[in-house]
């Protein structure tokens, strides 16, 4: 279990007309990753970007590129992702119908590899491939679009999977994207989390520097 806990800015809610600014302030802020989200309109009813806008994040980016495709097929994709700069590359286990193959292409193309969930998805669908896993990302809210209200039910999901990572001493990192505020932080990082996902949270606020900053100092006091 790592001992920091890390904070990825949700870059869907940065401003895309001055993208390089929200870049150069999460490189220079306490964030650890930069969280991408993908979305094709068809596996969640929302487009948000593709390779460009990807690509020109890497070419700024001084922090991992933590990228959260949730899109239908994702296999077909996975060398691309891997040849624009990702570091992370995490698909959705209902979009993958042989998972473990897709997680090992992950990991063939040099990335680590992530498996997200949706809140309908029960955790025991990952038992026989926890040790496989590098991250998993519990969605938290229902995914597709951002500033979505947080699902209560995540705090018993993320028990429920860090007791399986403990029992399998595996070395998954838990991830939380979806409704996270100051207000829930300390209580997902007490359940288990490690990477706090903030989008909203962070690019609509007055001060984004300093909500990273203090988020960052909330949970790792």
Same mark, same amino acid.
């Given at each position: 279990m790592s001992t920091q806990k890390l904070i990825a800015p949700s870059m869907l809610a940065a401003d895309f007309a001055n993208l390089q600014q929200d870049?150069?302030?999460v490189n220079e802020s306490e964030a650890n990753w930069f969280h991408l989200d993908v979305m094709d309109g068809v596996f969640v009813p929302n487009i948000s970007f593709g390779m460009p806008v990807v690509k020109a994040i890497a070419k700024h980016a001084k922090k991992p590129l933590d990228v959260h495709l949730m899109i239908v097929d994702p296999d077909r994709y996975i060398q691309t992702f891997a040849d624009l700069g990702a570091d992370l590359l995490t698909v959705h286990a209902e979009a993958c119908?042989? !998972?473990?193959?897709s997680l090992q292409s992950i990991k063939d193309a040099d990335m680590?590899?992530?498996v997200?969930?949706?809140p309908h998805t029960p955790i025991s669908s990952l038992t026989h491939i926890i040790s496989?896993?590098? !991250?998993?990302?519990?969605m938290s809210v229902n995914p597709g679009?951002?500033?979505q209200s947080f699902i209560e039910a995540t705090y018993e999901k993320v028990r429920e999977l860090r007791s399986l990572i403990e029992k399998n001493n595996a070395n998954t990192l838990i991830e939380i994207d979806g409704g996270v505020t100051n207000k829930n932080a300390s209580q997902l990082v007490k359940a288990g989390a490690d990477v706090l996902v903030a989008g909203s949270y962070v690019f609509s606020a007055t001060?984004?520097?300093?909500?990273?900053?203090? !988020?960052?100092?909330q949970v790792n006091e």
């Open positions: 870049i150069t302030l119908n042989h !998972l473990h193959r680590k590899a992530g997200a969930l949706n496989d896993i590098d !991250l998993v990302c519990i679009f951002g500033g001060d984004p520097t300093s909500t990273i900053a203090n !988020l960052s100092a």
